[in-house]
């Protein structure tokens, strides 16, 4: 089994326009990242960071070069095996929670599971466990809008994590709180990151945040470009 949770190697994604011409987002980007790592991906606004996730997260195709989860070349794939892949090996975090308003947080986490094969049972244990784990055990049966903002993003990040991912991303995942709240719920996802042991590439503009990652990478003109070793 390979080291890495995830490859990329020489990925290239290029865009048409109305007008004649094209945007080049990615040219030749190649990252690692291994077991147990947690890597801070930054980047200025629209420099492609959020397409390269996408690709790494099979949400979206390279035009060239190879996607790797656990050693496994995903490019290629029929589109039924890469949401197979996509479910049982990758959990993604947004900027905004996307959790589904008319469930509650408990069952928010528990329905990923249920659409992957899991007992309803084990589901709902999984579920209070990380719930627990994060410190909002005592919000389980409450939706969405009755939630902190806070609050929200540490469900997000536990639904994230239901299906025992191999490989966590997440896009600005702090982006929309305070910084007090920002802090707070940072050092849960990572609490939850370093006791499961998953690889982990998260984009943020926080440098600080990134200071307490294993190792940063700056996405610039397209190519990845290693800043520190952590």
Avoid at 33 to 46: D, Q, W
Avoid at 207 to 217: I, K, S
């Amino acid at each position: 089994m390979s080291d890495y949770a995830l490859e990329l190697a020489g990925i290239e994604k290029v865009y048409k326009r109305d007008t004649p011409g094209e945007v080049v987002v990615l040219r030749g980007a190649t990252l690692e990242v291994k077991r147990g790592e947690v890597v801070a991906l930054v980047a200025p606004s629209g420099a492609g960071k959020s397409t390269l996730l996408h690709i790494a997260g099979l949400l979206d195709t390279p035009d060239a070069g190879s996607v790797a989860l656990s050693g496994r070349n995903i490019v290629g794939l029929s589109d039924r095996e890469r949401t197979l892949a996509r479910r049982g090996e990758v959990g993604f975090i947004y900027q905004f929670h996307h959790l589904l308003p008319e469930f509650t947080a408990l069952e928010n986490i528990v329905i990923p599971q249920l659409a992957n094969g899991v007992a309803a049972p084990e589901a709902e244990a999984r579920a209070r466990d990380l719930l627990d784990r994060v410190g909002v055990a005592a919000r389980a049966d409450h939706r969405p809008a009755a939630l902190s903002g806070g609050e929200q993003q540490r469900v997000a990040f536990c639904r994230a994590l239901a299906n025992r991912p191999k490989l966590l991303l997440a896009d600005e995942p702090t982006g929309n709180l305070d910084p007090g709240t920002s802090d707070q719920v940072f050092g849960a996802l990572m609490g939850l990151v370093r006791e499961t042991g998953l690889a982990a590439l998260i984009a943020t503009h926080n440098l600080e945040l990134a200071a307490r990652m294993d190792r940063t990478v700056r996405l610039d003109q397209g190519c990845v470009m290693a800043i520190n070793a952590g």
